[in-house]
């Protein structure tokens, strides 16, 4: 009995797909391949190209906000990482949770200091976002900023928290 090679079919769909997913990892998502993409994932991948828009017309179609993937992952975290403002608005509007606590304990506040987005960081603030949360290796949202050098983000939350910073304090 020889070998079987088992007969794999692609379907256009599925191409689309895979093509979508590495464009996403490449940073380049367009609107063609958000078409093949079933819908609570196009949140997350419109979250991350700050495609507000899109966001704005799923949610109106019943699109429910997703919850964590099985990444720890949320559409709010991949907004605010990459500083998209308009788009973190409408999910928080939407309901989404700005404290919810995602990959290793951080929360999206903490995504978008790290990454320097001032912007987004006064927005969570002024929304209630918990300045105090620290990640599950002690690390707060004014750490996270300072340790990536963004010093704007760092005087706004050393500010907002009335706490002098010191270099290397972790909270």
């Given at each position: 009995?020889?070998?079987?090679?088992p007969?794999?079919q692609?379907?256009?769909?599925?191409?689309l797909?895979?093509?979508?997913?590495?464009?996403?990892?490449?940073?380049?998502?367009?609107?063609?391949?958000?078409?093949?993409?079933?819908k609570?994932?196009?949140?997350?991948?419109?979250?991350?190209?700050?495609?507000?828009?899109?966001?704005?017309?799923?949610?109106?179609?019943?699109?429910?906000l997703?919850?964590?993937?099985?990444?720890?992952?949320?559409?709010?975290?991949?907004?605010?990482?990459?500083?998209?403002?308009?788009a973190?608005?409408v999910l928080?509007?939407?309901?989404?949770?700005i404290?919810?606590?995602?990959?290793?304990g951080m929360?999206?506040l903490m995504?978008?200091?790290?990454?320097?987005?001032?912007?987004?960081?006064?927005?969570?603030?002024?929304?209630?976002?918990?300045?105090?949360?620290?990640?599950?290796?002690?690390?707060?949202?004014?750490?996270c900023?300072?340790?990536n050098?963004?010093?704007e983000?760092?005087?706004?939350?050393?500010g907002?928290?009335?706490?002098?910073?010191?270099?290397g304090?972790?909270?």
């Amino acid at each position: 009995m020889g070998l079987v090679r088992p007969r794999v079919q692609f379907t256009l769909k599925a191409v689309l797909i895979a093509v979508a997913v590495l464009s996403c990892t490449l940073g380049t998502i367009t609107y063609v391949h958000l078409n093949y993409v079933h819908k609570p994932r196009k949140i997350f991948l419109a979250a991350e190209s700050g495609d507000a828009n899109t966001i704005q017309e799923l949610l109106a179609t019943g699109t429910a906000l997703p919850k964590l993937d099985k990444f720890g992952q949320t559409p709010l975290m991949f907004s605010c990482l990459n500083g998209h403002l308009a788009a973190t608005k409408v999910l928080v509007e939407a309901g989404a949770p700005i404290n919810e606590r995602l990959q290793h304990g951080m929360t999206p506040l903490m995504y978008a200091a790290a990454a320097g987005h001032l912007r987004v960081v006064e927005y969570l603030a002024a929304q209630g976002a918990d300045l105090t949360l620290l990640t599950d290796s002690g690390y707060s949202a004014l750490y996270c900023a300072e340790g990536n050098g963004h010093t704007e983000v760092v005087e706004f939350l050393a500010g907002a928290t009335n706490r002098k910073v010191e270099s290397g304090d972790r909270h």
